[in-house]
């Protein structure tokens, strides 16, 4: 779940994105995984989806670094940030963010989503029609 206070607009980076209502200082926790809202789901029932369940997942879920017989899906706004290879959010941890360096109010909270594909990931394109 995040734990700072942010808004979704859309993004130059792609789509939607989460952005900094107030200054974050670098250090600060943003985001920690919460089991009591964010899900994992067995990898099993994800491959057994179709149609919008399985394209929704594929947009807003990861492999779950902890464990690859599961995926992660994360209850609240988090699951808008987007890509960036210069990002101000370490997700390193698999299951806590911090801020990389000061956060301005209004600034894009980005991460790099190589920490959570061994193998890349692909941009699903845009998600406005």
């Known amino acids: 779940m995040l734990l700072v206070d942010v808004y979704l607009d859309k993004s130059p980076i792609q789509g939607i994105g989460v952005f900094a209502k107030t200054h974050i200082p670098s250090g600060a926790l943003i985001w920690k995984l919460d089991p009591k809202y964010d899900r994992r789901i067995k990898v099993e029932t994800y491959e057994n989806e179709t149609g919008p369940v399985k394209a929704y997942l594929d947009r807003y879920s990861y492999p779950d670094r902890r464990d690859p017989n599961y995926i992660v899906f994360e209850a609240d706004d988090a699951r808008y940030m ?9 997700v390193s941890s698999p ?8 956060i301005a109010p209004g600034e894009e909270l980005t991460c790099d989503y190589n920490h959570f594909f061994e193998t890349g990931f692909d941009f699903l394109g845009d998600r406005h029609p």
């Open 95 to 102: 299951e806590e963010t911090y801020a990389l360096r000061d």
């Open 82 to 90: 987007n890509h960036d290879d210069d990002p101000n959010c370490d």
